[in-house]
């Protein structure tokens, strides 16, 4: 879908050319007079509207007006959530209709939430149809956000943009199933998106993955027809000697829990089990469209758990990359066996912070449902910027514990450590084993197990966390390139003994 910009006050609005006009109607602070504003007044008069939120009213040939339909909608308070549920209620209400251009028109105090707005028509908007063609893809080809004045609002509508674009790249990887997602099919997205300016793109297979001594990610696919692929992507959008933020998502293309198997119904949702990996390629999408001056990596561990006569068994034990041997006693637990070895790798990119994104645990959605990421962290103002991020974007995250106690069911009477402790505390062991690999770097781990995808009638990948990674790798991006950051950048740092 195109989005656009546009200056369009409500007295504008109400000739401007659009098939459909979604007008946010806040409690307070509100145009008065033209042909919308006294619309709004009769109809709030007459008790047909109220601007709770997400409440709607939609006209059809409303009088004097240009377009066909309009639609008021409500954003109660004007919280993020109130701006999202509006315009998500606004859209909705189009769906019968044969719209192909919808115009969203904001008011000033709406700005900080332009982003929330673009990314939430454009959800209402998605339709999947790459293996489903029959299903009509959506006819709304074009998004005009308008604003009172542009100008003000371009760098917001920029980041907008890029958003909207890397979550629906993440968004639709995710939601190919695993025959039309293999480890190779990511290596080529990856390759897709070195197109770009600043963006380039490294593929590594079984061989060179075996010689680089990852042990651990070679045993997760070692049962599997499908070749692992190691993917790693770079963005360059600041001078070299800037070090690098590293993202390292979690590419398990179909878990089936290996030797120990997991259980058969809703086993098709181990499909989305390589959202990590997509929600890398979406950030870059993103960077490459926003181009930040920053530099990102991106890894990606991409493979198959599957059993078979070649798979890892219970009680096998590996060697990891960083030398650590590795005991496994459940072969369900590989998200972890992958990315303790990209972990391992990141150290190479000196980076000034690793992040890694992982539909690591069922514990995780016990813990915290569908609303918020797992946010584990050993650096303060990581955690703290990544939880913000999230609240900007309403991607939200919540910060979990890695107190040493969480470690002490991963001891192994046969090797340096086991690949799973007992039930209890699930998505923290599983973060305390990543934590060994993650020593030399600030380092975050997102569990995105419940908020990477949907299940039940609306069952789909979302395309999380892409918005907190953006609004986080911007952030980065703005300190970095502040005089006062700069200045004291340019002194070399004294060097820790
Ligand atoms: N990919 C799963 C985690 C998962 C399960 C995400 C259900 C979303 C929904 C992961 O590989 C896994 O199987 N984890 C195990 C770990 C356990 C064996 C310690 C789990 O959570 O059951
Ligand atoms: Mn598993
Ligand atoms: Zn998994």
Known sequence: MNLELQSLSWAQAASAKTDALVVLVAKAARPET??????????????????????????WKPPGLTALRLVLVGVGEGRPQDVRQAVTAG??????????????????AQLPHLAIAAQAADD?????????????????????????????AKSAFALAQAQVAGVALAREWGNRPANHATPEHLAQAAKQLAKHARVSCQVMGPKEVTRLGMGSFAAVAQASAEPLRFIVLEYKGAAASQAPVVLVGKGITFDTGGISLKPGPGMDEMKFDMC??????GTFEALAQLKPAINVVGLIAACENMPGGKALKPGDVVTSMSGQTIEILNTDAEGRLILCDALTYAKRFKPRAVIDIATLTGACVIALGNLRSGLYATDEQLAAQLQAAGDQTLDLNWRMPLDDEYAEGLKSNFADVANVADRNAGSVTAAKFLQR??????WAHLDIAGSAWKSGAAKGATGRPV????????????????????????KPARRRT
């Open 91 to 108: 859209v909705n209400a189009l769906k019968k209709s044969k719209v192909q251009h919808i115009t969203v028109c904001l008011q000033a």
């Open 467 to 490: 918005p907190s990674l953006l609004a986080y790798l911007t952030s980065v991006s703005a300190l970095a390139s502040t005089p006062a950051k700069k200045a004291s950048a340019s």
């Open 437 to 442: 690999f993650a020593k030399d770097f600030p």
């Open 124 to 152: 209402a908007n998605y339709v999947y149809t790459a293996t489903k063609p029959s299903a009509k893809a959506s006819a709304v080809s074009k998004l005009v956000i308008g604003v009172p004045q542009a100008a003000q």
């Open 276 to 281: 990590g990996a997509a929600s890398v390629l």
């Open 34 to 59: 033209g042909l919308i504003a006294n619309m709004l007044a009769q109809a709030e008069k007459s008790g047909d509207f109220s601007p709770a939120a997400g409440q709607c009213m939609l006209w």
